[in-house]
């Protein structure tokens, strides 16, 4: 095998790895953005349901702006929602 072709063999793989492994850290990225939004939502339907039980009329809608508001910035972002619509009660 000549020198050149097994250089570029090496390079290539050496590519190829690196591109497996950006691929994997954005796989991850997604994927804590998917469980952090589907945790989030969760517990703004729930601490509404606590908060319908205890008569107190601060409730946070789910909706798309909510969801990536708690997606992107996780606890947070769910105390930023509720610390908003708390202001506004004032």
């Known amino acids: 095998m000549d020198t050149k072709t ?10 190829l790895v690196l591109v497996i492994g950006i691929l994997r850290r954005k796989a991850e990225i997604v994927l804590n953005f998917l469980v952090r939004t589907i945790v989030g939502a969760m517990a703004i339907f729930f601490v509404n349901l606590t908060l319908a ?38």
Do not use: D
Request: aromatic share 8%; proline share 2%; glycine share 18%.
């Open 6 to 15: 097994s250089m570029l063999i090496m390079a290539g793989i050496c590519v």
């Open 53 to 90: 039980e205890l008569g107190i009329e601060g409730m946070v809608g789910i909706n798309p702006l909510s969801l990536l508001t708690v997606g992107s910035l996780g606890t947070g972002g769910f105390a930023l929602l509720y610390g908003i619509v708390f202001y506004h009660m004032l």
